[in-house]
């Protein structure tokens, strides 16, 4: 391998999160070494990316760190802004670029959004929800902050392979859904495995007195899955299109409000 070929090894990796690569560049070798360290499971040398990003680390305090975040597009080009980075991306080039400072954060927001407006396109979307592989099949337990996603995650049995805690990654294939594992996570603070299996059901969480199983109808569960879907961009068309994604996703998949004690009997009711 010749120099060059060894530094451009350096400066770049893929992170390849529910199927889809990104291959990031830097110049900055401790930030690169944080980025292994951060999605260490979800990186894959060997895929050619679907999207390049170049990011730029500069001093912490640039922007505004109350600042909510935007995200609009312009000209083709998305823009993307928070308190602590900035980011621009093109989808018919591939690419984009990013500025924020050496913190595994930002580029984590980032690439969520960027993932929220590819799946958008497809059918798909980020939910807030915990999900994990038992049997082969893929379950979504949905829920605002304090409803349960870490409690059913930590309750799940061994066979159980957690997809994450927090965030779960959804993707339309063919007449139904495949959900994948994420290194983005809550309060487990642990990477979801790698991995990926057809969605069986999604469960609404609530905590009761007793474990109990609810059936919705069509119109229930899509306003709650709408409520849970991450949203960022400032868009009528994405607007509508996520809109559509989630009446899709409801009349294909079943969707039951989960409501559960914490203990590990509630996942003999899950299935």
């Given at each position: 391998?010749?120099?060059?070929?060894?530094?451009?090894?350096?400066?770049s990796l893929v992170i390849a999160i529910g199927?889809?690569?990104?291959?990031?560049?830097?110049?900055?070798?401790?930030?690169?070494?944080?980025?292994?360290?951060?999605?260490?499971?979800?990186?894959?040398?060997?895929?050619?990316?679907?999207?390049?990003?170049d990011v730029d680390i500069v001093a912490p305090?640039?922007?505004?760190?109350?600042?909510?975040?935007?995200?609009?597009?312009?000209?083709?080009?998305?823009?993307?802004?928070?308190?602590?980075?900035?980011?621009?991306?093109?989808?018919?080039?591939?690419?984009?670029?990013?500025?924020?400072?050496?913190?595994?954060?930002?580029?984590?927001?980032?690439?969520?959004?960027?993932?929220?407006?590819?799946?958008?396109?497809?059918?798909?979307?980020?939910?807030?929800?915990?999900?994990?592989?038992?049997?082969?099949?893929?379950?979504?337990?949905?829920?605002?902050?304090?409803?349960?996603?870490?409690?059913?995650?930590?309750?799940?049995?061994?066979?159980?392979?957690?997809?994450?805690?927090?965030?779960?990654?959804?993707?339309?294939?063919?007449?139904?859904?495949?959900?994948?594992?994420?290194?983005?996570?809550?309060?487990?603070?642990?990477?979801?495995?790698?991995?990926?299996?057809?969605?069986?059901?999604?469960?609404?969480?609530?905590?009761?007195?007793?474990?109990?199983?609810?059936?919705?109808?069509?119109?229930?569960?899509?306003?709650?899955?709408?409520?849970?879907?991450?949203?960022?961009?400032?868009?009528?068309?994405?607007?509508?299109?996520?809109?559509?994604?989630?009446?899709?996703?409801?009349?294909?998949?079943?969707?039951?409000?989960?409501?559960?004690?914490?203990?590990?009997?509630?996942?003999?009711?899950?299935?």
């Amino acid at each position: 391998m010749s120099a060059l070929a060894a530094q451009v090894e350096r400066s770049s990796l893929v992170i390849a999160i529910g199927g889809m690569p990104v291959r990031v560049h830097t110049e900055d070798s401790s930030f690169l070494e944080m980025l292994q360290s951060r999605y260490s499971g979800f990186l894959d040398s060997e895929q050619e990316a679907e999207y390049d990003f170049d990011v730029d680390i500069v001093a912490p305090g640039f922007g505004d760190p109350e600042a909510d975040v935007r995200v609009r597009q312009h000209s083709g080009r998305w823009l993307l802004q928070r308190g602590d980075f900035r980011a621009e991306w093109e989808p018919a080039s591939r690419t984009g670029r990013i500025w924020q400072s050496a913190n595994p954060y930002s580029i984590d927001a980032v690439l969520r959004i960027v993932h929220t407006l590819v799946l958008a396109k497809q059918g798909g979307f980020l939910l807030h929800a915990a999900s994990a592989i038992r049997n082969g099949k893929a379950f979504l337990f949905a829920g605002v902050s304090g409803a349960g996603k870490t409690t059913i995650s930590r309750l799940a049995p061994p066979d159980a392979t957690l997809l994450t805690d927090e965030i779960s990654y959804v993707r339309k294939v063919g007449d139904g859904y495949v959900a994948f594992g994420t290194p983005f996570t809550g309060e487990l603070a642990k990477l979801g495995e790698n991995a990926s299996a057809a969605v069986e059901a999604l469960y609404l969480l609530a905590q009761g007195p007793e474990n109990r199983v609810e059936p919705l109808t069509a119109g229930e569960a899509g306003r709650e899955l709408l409520a849970n879907v991450l949203f960022f961009a400032e868009d009528q068309e994405f607007v509508h299109t996520a809109f559509q994604s989630a009446c899709d996703f409801v009349h294909r998949v079943p969707v039951r409000r989960l409501t559960f004690v914490p203990d590990t009997r509630v996942w003999e009711m899950i299935g």
